[in-house]
């Protein structure tokens, strides 16, 4: 008997430590990712638009939607939900829309995303656009203004620049520049970002008198089918995270041509064709976007998620 019970004793506590050993080993659950949070917001707050926090790590309250369709304007890709934005965007949007018609070859703006209902972290495809002041606008001219639902999903935009990235394509033209030119010169605008072809081009084609908008005007990789344009923080918005200004805005009358040419040729597409060798220990990836969880984000974006 007393053999049995040692038995059914030993077992037991075997079982127990079994139990604590796994519970141990068991992964604490995650908290869950801001972008999943936010991506899941079907409409925006109510209340006062504020942009929180900065482009890339922040959210939004009270955004408004830009119509789907307007006289100079539509937005593209409905089924994403991307078409909100502070009230200074979308004004900015429609205005520049109605310069965009005076062009020859377009009646107005095709306009991607802009934000999520509540800004924050993207399901995918962007760091930025997280409080209602960042927007993509196509490259392709918008001859027709009455696509549908449907055709807004497949139609795609054009590229103006070619495969080895040095210089624009035949789908560049004086138009193009024209709107980008009209695009950064805004009072609004903090800087627009575009491939590096393009702002070459415009460096090379814009006379001396005129060149002081090209300074906003930014190289980026991948922003050859679309511009991307960035407002400055509104006014009364004690919450937005300005955006830090480079070495060129700092000196006297830059226009970044120069740099670009330099950096591009030189540095970006050597490093493209020859990529350094990574380090053996890179140690943990620094988060993103992609990773961020809401405790990432000002704490003014927890309000902004729970309110109805």
């Not at 005129?210 to 407002?231: C, M, S, T």
């Not at 053996?280 to 990432?296: E, I």
């Amino acid at each position: 008997m007393i053999c049995r019970a040692a038995a059914r004793v030993a077992a037991l506590v075997a079982t127990v430590i079994a139990i604590v050993i796994a519970g141990a080993a068991a992964p604490v659950s995650a908290e869950p990712l801001a972008r999943q949070l936010f991506g899941a917001k079907t409409a925006p707050t109510a209340g006062a638009p504020t942009p929180i926090g900065f482009y890339s790590r922040g959210c939004a309250a009270g955004l408004v939607a830009l119509p789907e369709t307007g006289p100079t304007w539509q937005a593209m890709r409905l089924s994403r939900n991307r078409y909100y934005g502070q009230p200074e965007m979308i004004s900015y949007l429609q205005d520049l829309s109605r310069y965009a018609a005076t062009l020859p070859g377009w009646n107005g703006l095709y306009i991607g995303d802009i934000s999520q209902p509540r800004g924050g972290p993207m399901t995918g495809g962007h760091a930025s656009h997280q409080i209602g002041l960042d927007a993509d606008i196509w490259m392709l001219p918008a001859s027709r203004l009455n696509l549908s639902r449907a055709d807004r999903e497949k139609i795609s935009s054009i590229s103006i620049r070619t495969e080895d990235q040095t210089r624009v394509n035949g789908n560049w033209t004086p138009a193009h520049m024209a709107l980008l030119r009209a695009a950064a010169a805004d009072p609004r605008v903090d800087r627009v970002f575009v491939a590096a072809a393009a702002k070459i081009a415009m460096c090379n084609a814009a006379p001396r008198g005129d060149r002081a908008w090209l300074q906003k005007i930014r190289p980026i990789y991948g922003h050859n089918e679309h511009f991307h344009v960035r407002l400055k923080c509104p006014p009364g918005s004690p919450l937005c995270q300005v955006q830090s200004p480079t070495v060129d805005e700092l000196s006297k009358g830059g226009d970044g041509c120069d740099e670009t040419l330099n950096w591009w040729v030189t540095t970006y597409l050597d490093e493209l064709r020859h990529p350094p060798k990574r380090p053996a220990n890179p140690g943990p990836a620094p988060k993103t976007a992609k990773t961020y969880v809401l405790s990432d984000l000002p704490a003014e974006c927890r309000t902004v998620l729970a309110s109805r």
